[in-house]
């Protein structure tokens, strides 16, 4: 039989643990993993010994928040398999997955540097990330979108090198417009000019030299100019949702 209050208890104990999470995320990304665990505490607003009672050391605890990252990002790829052609859920998941792994460099960057990761743990949520992966690149090369040669430790490690390279380039937008190029290589050989992929970056200068074209501000698409009224900013309902979703969370 279960104690009175005990269930009150282990919820507690769940809001803690996510909230000491939450708290190491965002100051891993702001200053690197040299944080101590009493700042995490203090920003957690939880006690020392809470944080120590969850994550006896500092690896256990960025373990636990990679882990946590990573079956974030399976989620992510069963959401974008639902909701677009085989071809866009895969370039338009791993663009997504690019952008989120440039806030978590420094993290990222103390595991690679020691040889003894990943533990059983990590381990676990890399393997679901790599078979969700793989799901999605099936599916975009039985649609042919994909060149036939492609494996998912390719992606995975283009993946890496390209959110190395975002985070590098001293412009945010011109960045993300090479981590697409780089995409694109991946790309099956057309004979037909290939339609550019929607992706979550946000990129600047429309505008192509002599022609005056035009380009949707979210997802890159060439726009139809109108002769007359407002120039449109957005290829449709969907873009414009998501950029007005955006600048709220910012």
């Not at 990943?118 to 990330?129: G, T, V």
Request: hydrophobic share 40%.
């Amino acid at each position: 039989m279960t104690a009175p209050g005990a269930g009150v208890g282990r919820a507690d104990a769940r809001q803690n643990r996510e909230a000491v999470l939450r708290a190491a995320a965002k100051l891993f990304a702001e200053d690197g993993p040299e944080v101590s665990l009493a700042r995490i505490a203090q920003r957690a607003g939880v006690g020392a010994g809470t944080v120590y009672r969850h994550f006896p050391s500092k690896e256990i605890l960025i373990e636990a928040l990679l882990a946590r990252h990573l079956d974030g990002l399976v989620d992510l790829s069963d959401q974008w398999a639902a909701r677009a052609a085989p071809g866009d859920a895969l370039f338009g998941f791993l663009l997504e997955v690019i952008e989120k792994w440039v806030g978590r460099r420094h993290v990222c960057d103390a595991l690679t540097a020691d040889r003894s990761w990943p533990h059983a743990m990590l381990a676990a949520a890399a393997e679901r990330f790599g078979e969700a992966l793989e799901r999605l690149l099936r599916n975009a090369e039985q649609a042919g979108a994909v060149r036939p040669d492609v494996r998912p430790e390719d992606l995975t490690a283009l993946a890496v090198g390209a959110a190395a390279l975002s985070s590098a380039h001293p412009n945010r937008a011109r960045g993300m417009r090479l981590t697409r190029l780089l995409l694109d290589g991946l790309r099956a050989p057309s004979v037909t000019e290939v339609a550019p992929f929607r992706d979550v970056s946000r990129p600047v200068g429309h505008e192509s030299a002599g022609r005056g074209r035009q380009h949707c501000r979210e997802c890159g698409a060439a726009l139809r100019v109108r002769g007359t009224g407002r120039p449109a900013r957005y290829c449709g309902p969907t873009c414009r949702q998501r950029a007005r979703r955006r600048r709220i969370a910012d």
